[in-house]
């Protein structure tokens, strides 16, 4: 046994050490490429679009399909943060990722049933889709679909194999609607949007065959080891976070066509979507260390610092390029472009800097379930981007860009502050009890008591090896047997935060979130739930 564990997933886990900092390269290398051939395809789908159907049709499908887009995000619920950071042990993986999917399915078909339900207050013109049943059907699962498909983003970052979301959300997803505009042409302004639909639909199909095939996916319903009903308010706190954050994207366009009107919006439509690939990169790094941490939590400090330095050597160029050359970017667009967006878009490159600030340390936040500060970093970034913007904007287009940055930079500073002092709590703060209150939970601490297998656990869902799929990635979700030796497995609540432990200390240990929502501030941990000897507890 002691041969086979040198080989097992211990050993295995030892390797993947070694290359997590090549993994997070790589996670954001394919995060990026996803988000920029999905931003391509979507290119091509309007130009597509725009040679096949009237203006005026165009512009009602961008409507009804800028509303499926927003609504599949209210329907994601935060479960998609929640598969990724609280992935479920591996025999109820499949029952978590099943539920979440129906969930949040059945979510975004409600919430298209109630857009089309309200159209005679606020689209009036767009009460074609809903006096036609089959076109409402159509389109409140076209919204259904969206939020599945958004989901099955994060099972494969959860997975770590994001370069899936560049086949199935990128190219799949691009391509299917691509193809089908011409064909719908008979059902005028619903078959531009029944396109993006197919393109949704397809989406899924595609995107549950590779879990199938690739990771041994099979639905399961079942509730017990999900994990959803106990990280609940996680879940709820993070989508309200991420609602926030999206505000002011929705709510500076309408103040800028208000303020300026229709032309100055135009404008600021053009160098926003410039300057939002710039902020992909952050976003992309983000996403990339949400996963890495999720997988290995005692590497937070090291991750986070890791992901700070590659964000930096990313966006200061990038921004640099984007700043000199914004001029010959805008030209593409037309020569009114670059007389009158150029200023807006200096300013918003340069505005990416604090932007990507306020993603890493939201992120960071997120990772360390400081929820209540999150929330509030992401509020005060949103009320000042909006309300400064609305205050200013009269003075022109370039005011409303210095908003934005202001808005990030100050909620970047508020999220990186709290970062920083919930470190350093959590660095000087003595854990609860003695050596003695733990003596009677000490883990096995021998080769043979290892072997014996792990102690049994003190709370009802145990979290296993650090990495939820294993020693591998094929077939990750099937209900195997682990052997024991995988849990002996370095403590991965100790030392990154500068308490002291003498080594690893094997053992099976419960999830010490289910008791300090604050985490990683361990100072109302339970003694028992963490199985370390007398030897080992020594005064910080």
């Not at 979507?42 to 887009?69: D, E, K, M």
């Not at 049933?113 to 076209?142: C, E, M, Q």
């Not at 099972?155 to 391509?175: K, M, S, Y």
């Not at 150029?342 to 360390?368: D, E, M, Q, S, Y």
């Amino acid at each position: 046994m002691t041969g086979a564990a040198s080989t097992g997933p211990a050993a295995g886990g030892r390797g993947r050490h070694r290359r997590t900092g090549d993994r997070i390269y790589r996670s954001s290398f394919f995060l990026l490429i996803s988000t920029v051939v999905t931003a391509g395809l979507s290119f091509v789908f309007w130009v597509v679009v725009a040679r096949f159907y009237t203006p005026s049709q165009v512009g009602l499908a961008t409507s009804l399909i800028s509303a499926t887009s927003l609504l599949a995000t209210f329907s994601l619920l935060g479960l998609n943060n929640t598969l990724i950071r609280f992935p479920a042990e591996r025999e109820a993986r499949n029952a978590q990722i099943s539920q979440a999917m129906v969930l949040v399915t059945v979510v975004g078909c409600v919430a298209g049933g109630i857009y089309l339900l309200g159209l005679p207050l606020y689209g009036a013109k767009l009460a074609f889709v809903r006096n036609d049943w089959l076109s409402a059907v159509a389109f409140a699962a076209f919204c259904g679909c969206a939020a599945a498909s958004m989901l099955v983003k994060s099972v494969f970052n959860a997975a770590r194999i994001p370069e899936f979301n560049v086949l199935i959300d990128g190219l799949t997803q691009g391509a299917s609607k691509v193809a089908v505009p011409a064909v719908l042409t008979g059902f005028g302004v619903f078959g531009i949007v029944a396109s993006a639909g197919v393109g949704y639909v397809v989406t899924v199909a595609v995107a549950v065959l590779v879990l199938w095939r690739r990771l041994g996916f099979r639905l399961d319903l079942r509730t017990r080891g999900t994990r959803l009903r106990e990280k609940f308010r996680f879940s709820v706190a993070s989508h309200v976070s991420n609602l926030v954050n999206l505000a002011p994207v929705l709510a500076t366009p309408l103040i800028v066509l208000h303020h300026l009107g229709a032309a100055e919006a135009g404008y600021y439509f053009v160098a926003f979507q410039i300057a939002a690939m710039l902020n992909a990169v952050s976003t992309a790094v983000g996403e990339a260390v949400f996963a890495e941490v999720s997988h290995q939590q005692s590497r937070f400090r090291e991750l986070m610092l890791r992901s700070a330095r590659i964000i930096a050597a990313v966006q200061v160029p990038a921004a640099v390029v984007v700043v000199v050359g914004g001029g010959l970017l805008l030209q593409v667009f037309g020569a009114g472009y670059a007389e009158q967006a150029r200023p807006l878009l200096t300013v918003l490159a340069i505005g990416a800097l604090p932007v990507a600030l306020n993603t890493w340390a939201c992120f960071a936040l997120k990772l360390a379930q400081r929820m209540r500060q999150l929330i509030t970093a992401n509020t005060i970034m949103a009320s000042l981007s909006i309300g400064l913007s609305f205050a200013f904007a009269d003075r022109g287009l370039v005011w409303v860009g210095y908003a934005w940055a202001v808005g990030n930079a100050v909620g970047g500073v508020f999220a990186t502050v709290c970062l920083v002092r919930g470190q350093q709590r959590a660095a000087s703060t003595p854990v609860g009890g003695s050596a003695s209150d733990v003596a009677g939970a000490q883990a096995p601490t021998s080769p043979v008591d290892v072997a014996a297998g792990p102690v049994e656990p003190e709370a009802p869902y145990p979290v296993g090896p650090p990495d939820p799929y294993g020693g591998g990635l094929a077939y990750p979700f099937a209900a195997t047997a682990v052997d024991s030796n995988a849990y002996a497995l370095p403590d991965p609540y100790w030392d990154t935060y500068g308490h002291p432990s003498t080594g690893p200390s094997p053992g099976l240990h419960t999830d010490p979130h289910e008791v300090d929502p604050t985490y990683p501030n361990p100072s109302s941990q339970a003694a028992p739930l963490h199985a370390h000897s007398s030897s080992e507890r020594s005064a910080p």
